[in-house]
């Protein structure tokens, strides 16, 4: 960096701004321009996806915008996006049962009624696609993780392999422009690779059912006497897999978003954080696990805690949290605390982690007033060194 632009940045506090600004803030021409491709592409995609299959147009899938980006949260650039695809089954909710007392931590069974099975059978709706879902359920009616990825990926497949092959890549045209096309299922999700002159844009596509309070499952760990579901009663179950193909993940998206909103510099600082995790290699500390350091620490916190403070003490007070929740391997799921985000992280990489980060603000607080360029060190990748 040249001298001349050293010298504007003189304390620790104009350093995170500084980052804040180059680093942190997405490019608003960039975003204009990725959000226009991706309405554009996905509204194109789910009617190629309800052309190809009677079933999918059946459920009214609806999309909610979800994740990082929408959330206000996401560090770099525009070009991940995580997307609810909410699909209803035309059966009294009512009827169906949510049961977790079999399931761990924060997922369920979902017991569907007697009018599911009537689905399949009844010669009308059978033609409407819903002879598909006479396997999706086990002798019990629990609902399959399993066979319902398989339908889901099965209906994405169809609707896009019907588009031109070039490439490797399925040739998509929206508003007289073309977009390559690249797809494959990824956990809960079915992930779209957008391929244009600009760059790349990654979509997780997330099937998703949709329930409202007062329903919960039944012998849910869940607390959902939480005051953040007053104000939404709305929250969903997703096909994660895991090691029990019955078990449903819940979700709470709407609830987790209240949580953070509205809360000054909050956003500015996970952001960072997320920063200096993606600089220091801190490959397995996923973005959701940061985030839920920061909706606990707003439910110990006043309102006020993230306005009174300047970033200089927020950050180093929740790389703080982070290093000891590191050092301690655990991080508690915030809508179930029995539940330890970490427990599936090697301890020997947490201990790692928390001891470089113990260096890392023990040198940031001993630095920060002679010299802020440390700051940077950490939070860019940057070849600079520090000045002595």
Known sequence: MPRSSRRTIETAEEMFQDLNRKCIRLNKKEIQRNNIVLYAVLEKIVKLMKNSDDLFKSMRPKLEYMGS?????????????????????????????LDSTEAKFDYTYIIMPSEFRRLYKNPYTANKGFIKTATWCDSSYRLSVKKFRSWMQSVVDAALNKLPLEEGKRILMVHNQCFGLIFKCSGPANNISIHQDNGIIDID???????????????????????????????????????????????????????????????????LLKQLRDVQGFTKVASYYIKTLFLWEVSVTDKSFWKANNLTFLVLYMLNKLQNALAQHKIPNYWCPSHNLLEKIKLESCENWSNRLTHIINDIKQNKYRNPFVIKEYFTHTQNRRTK
């Open 69 to 97: 980006y929408f959330d206000g949260l996401r560090v770099g650039h525009p070009t991940e996006f995580d997307i609810n695809l909410v699909l209803t089954i035309p059966v009294n909710y009512e009827k169906i049962v």
């Open 205 to 271: 596509l997330v099937p998703t059912f949709a329930f409202e309070l007062p329903k919960i499952p039944k012998g849910c760990n869940v607390d959902f006497s939480r005051t953040e579901f007053i104000k939404n009663k709305q929250y969903f179950v997703v096909p994660k897999p895991s090691d029990n193909d019955l078990s449903w993940r819940l979700t709470f998206p709407f609830q987790e978003r209240l949580i953070i909103e509205s809360k000054d510099n909050l956003k500015s600082v996970l952001k």
